[in-house]
Structure formats: structure tokens, C-alpha cells
């Protein structure tokens, strides 16, 4: 079990981070390869500076809570799922400016605050006792609400 939590760490961490490279779908058979020449088609977001540094700062913070609950689940370390989930969840999203959030369209807003909500279920499950396989499950589920957001949005700069 040990060895597929680290595997699971791991493709994790190589996953988020190609995701602002590449579009991707779930689950595994609809994920389709990317030709570098292909068209972008994701619908553009034009966004300030302040906004584009705002959210993408919240980005890296939920990349760095996926890595943090992945490699705490992999040492049976539930408190410190817990803890790592919690800074990506729904009070993190809470806690942005309102002219950030309202420069965002609403589904872009509905995908991230259903991301954070899944960081709250990934501490409640390990709050509440759940294994690894759980918390492995419930990680996964967030991280379609990224790959989701990634596949659908890109920034472009607000003329």
C-alpha cells in the first residue's frame, strides 16, 4: 500500500504540473494528446496584473497542498492531510479581494470554489479516520476540478 501512496505522490506532482502546459480530460481513456501546433481554444480570461498574480499565487498554493496531502497520506500521516488540505480550502477561497473575484467569469469562480470545497473533504476524511485509499480517492476528485479549470480558461492581458 505504501508503495502505490508514493507512486500516487508522484504521478501527482508530474500531473500538476504539466497541467498549465497541456490540456488534458479525464479519466484516463479521454485523455487525448496535445500537438504543440494546435489551436488554443480555451476560452480567454483577460485579467489585470494583480488579478493574474492573485490567482495563480492561489494556483501554486493548491499544487503545493495536492503534494502535501499526497506525501503525508503516503506516511499514514492523517493530521498532516489534514492540515495540508485545509490551506486550499473553502476559507482560502473566502479570503479573496472582491475586484479580483468579480473580474473572473462565474464558472471560473463555480470551478474553484468547488476546488477548495474538495481540499475541505480531503481533511474531513482524514479528520474522520479514512485510509490512505480514501484520501488517495479524494484527492483525485479535486484535482478533476483543476484539470477542469486548466482545460476550459487561460489569462490573457485585460486591454
Known sequence: MRLN???????????????????????????????PVAADDRQAVPV??????FVLAEMRTMLAAAQGVAEAAGKHDFKAVA????????????????????ELPEDFR???????MSFDAIAQA???????????????????FCVACHEAYRFTPKK
Not at 489585470?48 to 498574480?53: D, E, K, L, N, S
Not at 486550499?88 to 479573496?96: I, P, Q, V
Not at 482524514?126 to 478533476?144: I, R
Open 83 to 102: 492540515a495540508a488540505a485545509r490551506t486550499s480550502g473553502l476559507k482560502a477561497f473566502e479570503g479573496m479581494p472582491k475586484q479580483i473575484m468579480m
Open 110 to 116: 463555480g470551478l474553484g470554489r468547488q476546488s477548495h
Open 48 to 53: 489585470t496584473p494583480a488579478t493574474r498574480i
Open 5 to 35: 501512496v508514493a507512486a500516487l505522490a508522484a504521478t501527482t506532482v508530474c500531473c500538476l504540473a504539466g497541467i498549465a502546459f497541456a490540456q488534458m480530460a479525464t479519466p484516463a481513456e479521454q485523455i487525448r494528446p496535445v500537438s
Open 126 to 144: 482524514a479528520d474522520s479516520g479514512s485510509d490512505a485509499t480514501v484520501v488517495s480517492a479524494k484527492l483525485g476528485e479535486a484535482l478533476q
